[in-house]
């Protein structure tokens, strides 16, 4: 884990006063991972990878919900979408205001708090839901101002568009309420010099007066009368936005309020967005939301209606793509550090051998391979050799490890793409530690060629045992203490897989060795389903599905989380089939590890079915028997 | 500087008397909580000391479940004191886990109504072991309804704290009332009154994701060897690039408000503002003071996953007195 002591170092308390000091920022580190909120335009075009984003489907003409864990990446894409990065693109935002393929994205970050207010619970459903889709829409109106300002040649506008789209604006909210607003705006800037400007201080006001309401609310109770405006969807939304595709130099572009970490809304605030996503009116302006996907509450509308995909929206899962495609993930991960590296002007700027495994142990494996494909002679040739070789020399090469007494070293790219397991955050956290160890030991930044295997391994070590450990107390802390016992029985029914799974791969008997999933026949309980539940929430398993050899329907397949391989010397580059536990077996998982895995062991091997492995793509690489 | 006593001192001076020394104080609002110290101040009330009515607010959570046979010990005990003391002795129900049982309990006894709306209300608080959340709407309420210099805080510095306060947490919310204004085209700036919960600070700190974090730390202390205990607790969080420090005085209300206002004097109007109080409760109610006087400040709260029954504090240390006063009353005074 990246700390901040990682990452600044620590720094003496020299402050004695009620002035503020400022840290000082270190060197520059390849792998650094920074807000997207506080990176140039530039620097986000510079950074971000599109290829195997599925940014197209994004860009469609729909609305899109944007699934992703923290760090996924997601605010980056939205960032991405903004009129000023495009405009970098593409030689100009007028040029690309020319193109077909043209939108305008309006981003909308939801923060904590600033919509999210703890006094709407105080408030009548009606009353709550009115205020909170006005809060709603001031916010993305003065979004979509900023950008029109900001964001846009202003030469594209054609003289008194400007004012007309102004007035057009203040005449969509009610007369008398909006005045004292109005009036109060017009205090302070000029409406005809600087329409826009005055705009976004007019909605300044109303979010004032709406913070008022909720104050006085709180603390005066009851009775109190709220003195600004209220706005709807098809009363302020909609039109604004049409009023926006108004002005002739933007040629009817197509809007996208682009709404980041909508988690962050409130239930009723989700309620309303979902009820404009159902409205369907894509033609005017889409929606595009990201958000984690645990945290977004509802898909309910106002009137207890549900959005559903495909109709209402489309989707896009932003963590996805490593189950999908393996080899499309470590693509992607090669160009992204590609990019760092040459962004950073780094001698060397090619992943693989910026990142190179242990050479001693390559050398074995390769051993490993001929004696394997030897091996398949004298067995009477079963199948392809290639496939023989890759399901037995990998297991073979830690068997003789684990002989040798030596530690199976997880260096190289792509044992570290399989241990990121799909989250490239994951990838790039432990490479900036890497990086940050090679000028500790004092190498000049600038000068650093590629990462030693014996650093690689120290920090990948440490990176899976904080998963194990450090993380786990995370977790506790952010849940009462009543949930504390299934967070204890989550780490034990890892202990108990990752003893398996062991006990399988370094047993040259066991045909299929490279065991790393689990599925469950039978009902589960519902605590077992909760502390499952938990498991996927916080990425230790990869959640899939299979179809049933019974047919009728689908099942649950937990993939182990890659990145334990270091802790439970497993191997990371791949797996066959899947173990299958009973109800009662995974509750002696969840309590007794060395039981579980007794009790299993006895059991016979399961062959993976044919169709369960159809990918054998090549050797070393992606074999597994994801469906 | 706050007035401080130790229990001797007070003994000589005869103990805590009403505000106003020949009339009764309105109200006096207690705490009940499972630290030993909820008793320190009602214990230090002269023989003189009386009140109209006498509140006492408890957290329903902690009624049952490990706290429960401490704190309606320490209730019943509050409630036998303050008997000889009042006209009137009410419990207020509220909770630390739902904001608006809070609110909502807190306001219905301290809302004034009808004839006594218009009249001066002088009230003691004894704000030693409330959690902070519910001391901020406390006080805050009782400002809607009376000058600040008619509010007189009292609070009881421990011997030792226990070696955690408070583990896990369960949400960040902002304090009812204290929602504050946030303007999307401004940058947020989150202020920190740290103590001895780094965990709950860096959990602020990565749910508000602000451009910059201001972490203060409690200099002067109620007691020396709390500074260094929160330096080194503070120190991870420090770390971080975009973090710049100050210090503040935890043992004063009105001087901590007065170097909290100059701290975030640059950012008022530009950014949006956000505290974290997290230290002493006399800063936590200068940042109440705060954020009073500017409504767009924001005041946040972390919702602990558990609070050190067992342990949380030891002994009574020192009493500090004072009144409060505003940015207002504070110019005037000058």
Known sequence: ?627 | MTPKFSSEEIDMMGGIKSIHPQSPDDIILLCASYEPRSLATTQALAPSYRAKRGLIYVNREFLSGPAGPMVNRNLEILQGTLTNKCDLVEIIQGSWLDPKIQLTELRHYLQKTGDTASSKRRTTIDITTFNREALIVAVALLLENSSPGDIRAVYVSPQDHGAWLSRGFRLVRNVMGFAGTQQPSKNTILAVLSGFEPERTAKIIEEHEPSKVLLGLGDPPTDTKFLERNRLEQHLVLARQEVADFCFPADSINDCAHCLREVLFPYIGKSNVIIAPMSTKLSTLAALLVAYENPDIQLTYCVPGEYNIEDYSRGSKAFFLESLSTYETECKGE
């Open chain 1, 1 to 627: 884990m990246v700390t901040p002591e990682d990452r600044g170092g620590s720094k003496q308390l020299m402050n004695t006063s009620c002035q503020e000091t400022a840290n000082t920022p270190s060197f520059l580190n390849p792998f650094a991972v920074e807000s997207p909120e506080k990176l140039t335009p530039k620097q986000i075009v510079d950074l971000f990878v599109p290829q195997f984003t599925q940014l197209e489907t994004v860009k469609q003409r729909r609305h899109t919900l944007i699934w992703g864990t923290r760090g996924s990446g997601k605010s980056m894409m939205l960032k991405y979408l903004e009129p000023r990065c495009q405009g970098v693109i593409h030689g100009g935002v007028a040029r690309f205001l020319d193109l077909d393929d043209r939108f305008m994205g309006v981003y909308c970050p939801c923060k904590e708090g600033h919509l999210n207010k703890s006094e709407f619970s105080l408030l009548d459903p009606y009353a709550a839901l009115v205020v909170n889709e006005h809060m709603l829409n001031i916010r993305i109106a003065d979004r979509l101002i900023s950008c029109l300002r900001e964001q846009l040649p202003q030469d594209i506008f054609i003289p008194g568009e400007i004012e007309a789209f102004g007035r057009e604006v203040v005449r969509l909210f009610d007369r008398v309420a909006i005045a004292s607003s109005a009036e109060e705006a017009s205090q302070s800037i000029d409406f005809k010099t600087n329409v826009l400007n005055w705009l976004q201080v007019l909605f300044a006001i109303e979010n004032r007066k709406l913070s008022s309401f909720l104050k006085a609310n709180a603390l005066q109770g009851g009775n109190i009368g709220y003195e600004g405006a209220t706005s709807g969807y098809h009363d302020f939304l909609l039109p604004l936005m049409r009023a926006t595709l108004s002005f002739k130099g933007l040629k009817e572009i197509p809007i996208y309020l682009l709404l980041d970490d909508a988690d962050k809304l409130n239930k009723e605030q989700q309620t309303i967005v979902n009820t404009w996503i159902a409205n369907r009116d894509q033609k005017i302006f889409c929606l595009k939301i990201s958000t984690q996907r645990e945290a977004y509450k509802t898909f309910k509308t106002r009137d207890g209606g549900r959005i559903e995909q495909p109709h209402d929206y489309s989707q896009v899962d932003v963590d996805g793509l490593y189950t999908q495609s393996r080899s499309d993930y470590s693509q992607k991960i090669k160009l992204i550090v590609e990019k760092r590296l040459q962004l950073s002007a780094m001698p060397n700027r090619e992943a693989e051998s910026f990142l190179p495994p242990d050479g001693n142990e390559e050398q074995l494996f390769n051993q490993v391979k001929a004696e394997t494909a030897e091996q398949w002679k004298k067995d009477g040739e079963p199948g392809r050799q290639r496939d023989y070789v890759y399901r037995y020399a990998s297991a073979r090469l830690f068997q003789l490890l684990r002989e040798a007494r030596r530690r199976k070293s997880y260096a190289g790219f792509q044992n570290l793409v399989h241990l990121s397991s799909g989250v490239i955050r994951d990838f790039l956290e432990p490479c900036y530690l890497m990086f940050d160890a090679c000028v500790a030991k004092g190498d000049e930044p600038k000068d650093i060629t590629h990462i030693p295997p014996a650093i690689q391994n120290e920090i990948i070590y440490k990176y899976s045992e904080d998963f194990l450990l450090v993380l786990f107390e995370d977790i506790r802390k952010d849940l009462p203490p009543e949930k504390w016992t299934q967070v204890e029985e989550l780490r034990t029914l890892l202990e108990s897989l990752g003893r398996l799974f062991y006990n399988r791969l370094h047993d040259p008997k066991s045909r299929e060795a490279r065991l790393f999933s689990f599925t469950v026949r039978g009902r589960v309980s519902a605590e077992m389903e909760d502390v499952l539940n938990m498991g996927v929430r916080n990425r230790y398993f990869l959640l899939r599905t299979y179809s049933t050899k019974e047919g009728g329907g689908r099942e649950k397949w937990y993939i182990l989380n890659r990145r334990l391989c270091p802790m439970f010397k497993l191997d990371p580059t791949g797996f066959e089939g899947r173990i299958s536990l009973t109800p009662k077996l995974l509750a002696v998982a969840l309590k007794n590890p060395d039981e579980f895995v007794k009790m299993r062991l006895k059991q016979p091997e399961e062959l993976p079915q044919p169709e369960e492995l159809p990918l054998f793509e090549k050797e070393g690489g992606t074999g597994d028997a994801e469906i």
